[in-house]
């Protein structure tokens, strides 16, 4: 299975700053044939369930606000935040689906300063 | 607009069986694959298992192999999961997604169903 591992676990930043958030994998997840990268970035907040912000590494998702951005290539990807706002305040995921079973990181906590 | 409503969770105990189900509207659901995804408490999110758009293809998480089978009908726009052997580790709540037609990530989800085993 391929392990993915993000970072930091938590992260407090202030308000109107940038959150960056990592995720790597144990294995590649870019697919040479279609130069696609099958990676995918989730919010969560409490008592709900996850949102898709981002896939294919930097695609956002219809309806999500442009200060949430994807970029990365092959094990190394990157959730970018700027400007923080206050409703950003969740854990967010990444996940490859690049092979079964797809897998999900474990998790940034996300919080004001 | 995307709507998925589980239902079938419960308290019960370990060695039970339990038939969670996902009904599923705004969209053609015969189209699309499905996966559940559990979350156990104050944990992250763990990939259960998929189906196909036509139910010929299946997959399980190792942890669920031979214990939870995963089935739809398209005729009743209804996806399930059948779990048996359950365990207090399957204590989780376990939510329905709808796969993207190119791919296994979800944009739409449910609110979840609430799955507790403890004797």
């Known amino acids: 299975d391929i392990v993915m591992t993000q970072s930091p676990d938590s992260l407090a930043v202030s308000l109107g700053e940038r959150a960056t958030i990592n995720c790597k994998s144990s294995q590649s997840v870019l697919y040479s044939s279609n130069n696609k990268n099958y990676l995918a970035w989730y919010q969560q907040k409490p008592g709900q369930p996850p949102k898709l912000l981002i896939y294919?590494?930097?695609t956002r998702q219809s309806g999500v606000p442009d200060r949430f951005s994807g970029s990365g290539s092959g094990t190394d990807f990157t959730l970018t935040i700027t400007s923080l706002q206050a409703e950003d305040v969740a854990v967010y995921y990444c996940q490859q689906y690049y092979s079964t079973p797809d897998t999900f990181g474990q998790g940034t906590k996300l919080e004001i300063k | 607009e995307v709507q998925l409503v589980e239902s079938g969770g419960g308290l019960l105990q370990p060695g039970g069986s339990l038939r969670l189900s996902c009904a599923a509207s705004g969209f053609t659901f015969s189209s699309y694959a499905m996966s559940w995804v559990r979350q156990a408490p104050g944990k992250g999110l763990e990939w259960v298992s998929a189906i196909s758009n036509s139910d010929d293809t299946t997959y399980y998480a190792d942890s669920v192999k031979g214990r939870f089978t995963v089935s739809r009908d398209n005729s009743k726009n209804t996806l399930y999961l059948q779990m048996s052997s359950l365990r207090a580790e399957d204590t989780a709540v376990y939510y329905c997604a709808k796969a993207d037609s190119s791919g296994f990530f979800y944009a739409g989800w449910g609110q979840g169903t609430e799955v507790t085993v403890s004797s």
């Open positions: 294919w590494a930097s």
